[in-house]
């Protein structure tokens, strides 16, 4: 077992404990309080912290199996207790496992090994790096992180004391975007990455535009905890949650029920995804209408079918005022709670000249 473990002098220990539990409860976390002490659990038992209140300190201890999940405690604890805790400013310095370490564990640095175009508007990107097993599990996402034109070599994040990363000054800082992996194999070194080629490049799909084999790029990570298990699931998603949407349907026990819902520009776009029989597939064409500014997909989940026996699961990926549409329609029209849906916004319309004026 892993261990590490802050002190924090401060004689308003028994509050900061019942806040951040609260805090961390609301964000779906397994958070508790009760007289002074408060545990935190992660999922899958990967790790837990124990808050306790002293009359003139807050001590906290942490312990994990994995590198992974000590560091994830370490972030996540320093971040709830420095801001719940802002007035006192506090320094939370942990010891103990992987503090001296010189990097951070959920940061590698990757290399381009192969560029591939799947259809049209979506590059699949092979990355090569080392130890990437901690990328391999229930969590999809990472940060991708591109470093600015002309810094050679690139400069990467490095782990605070409080555990929290220290980003380069702002002319040498890396650029970080949210991304899925779409297949890994950690033995053999490699995962792809699928980027969707949209109309108004920006850092992360110009990059790939014009990926070569050899440039390199930073991978920080995993995270985000996507379905939970149900009779029946609705998937629903634009181009860029093909991949998350892919990994959820490899994964989904053969028994499984449902419809998945696809938003994609045309035919060409279409791709094959293994899935239970008893999932249908819906694809849904634009043709030329804007991406995330139409109906298609908000209109295709309102109208989808959910069973009377409630064991449901609907999940949504796309841009954001359409999560946010689809989110209160789960909630207050549908009356799911947050443990039978989940919509995230996977990008946003920027501020354009037009909006912003
Ligand atoms: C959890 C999660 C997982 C994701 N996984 C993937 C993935 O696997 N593959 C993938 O391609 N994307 C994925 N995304 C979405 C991706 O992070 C965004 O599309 C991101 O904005 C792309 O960055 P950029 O630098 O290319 O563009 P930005 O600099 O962010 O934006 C530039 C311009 O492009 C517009 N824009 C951004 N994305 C789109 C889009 N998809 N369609 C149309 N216009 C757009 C913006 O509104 C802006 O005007 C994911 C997002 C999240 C939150």
């Not at 802002?86 to 320094?91: L, R």
Request: negative net charge.
């Amino acid at each position: 077992m892993l261990k590490a473990e802050a002190t924090i002098p401060t004689t308003a220990g028994l509050s900061y404990v019942a806040a951040v539990c609260a805090r961390l409860a609301q964000s779906d976390f397994d958070a508790r309080a009760e007289a002074g002490r408060g545990r935190v659990a992660l999922v899958d038992d990967l790790g837990t912290g124990t808050l306790e209140a002293a009359p003139d300190r807050l001590h906290v201890r942490l312990e994990s199996r994995t590198e992974q999940g000590l560091s994830v405690l370490k972030f996540l604890l320093s971040a709830q207790i420095e801001e719940v805790a802002a007035a006192e400013h506090p320094e939370v310095v942990w010891s103990g496992d992987g503090c001296d370490s010189a990097d951070l564990p959920s940061l590698r640095e990757m290399t381009v090994r192969r560029v591939a175009d799947v259809t049209p508007h979506v590059r699949r990107i092979t990355l090569t790096g080392q130890d990437l097993v901690r990328f391999e599990g229930d969590s999809l996402h990472v940060r991708l992180l591109f470093p600015p034109e002309g810094v050679h070599p690139p400069e990467w994040p490095k782990p605070g004391k409080n555990g929290r990363p220290v980003w380069p000054p702002e002319d040498r800082r890396p650029v970080q975007r949210v991304y899925t992996i779409r297949r890994i194999d950690a033995s053999a070194g490699e995962l792809d990455i699928d980027f969707v080629l949209h109309a108004a490049p920006g850092i992360a799909s110009g990059w790939a535009a014009g990926a070569r084999p050899g440039a390199v790029i930073g991978l920080m990570g995993p995270g985000g905890r996507e379905v939970r298990p149900a009779a029946h699931v609705l998937l629903a998603g634009d181009e860029t949650a093909i991949p998350a949407m892919a990994r959820i349907l490899a994964r989904l026990p053969e028994d499984t029920a449902g419809q998945v819902l696809i938003e994609v520009e045309d035919e060409r776009e279409v791709q094959s995804l293994a899935h239970p029989a008893g999932i249908t597939l819906l694809w849904l064409f634009r043709r030329g209408r804007e991406p995330g500014r139409n109906d298609l997909l908000a209109d295709a989940v309102m109208s989808a079918p959910l069973p009377e026996h409630g064991d449901v699961f609907c999940w949504l990926g796309a841009e954001e005022a359409i999560a946010r549409r689809i989110r209160s329609y789960w909630r207050e029209e549908k009356g799911l709670d947050r443990a039978r849906c989940l919509a995230v916004g996977y990008w946003k319309h920027a501020l354009t000249l037009d909006e912003g004026g």
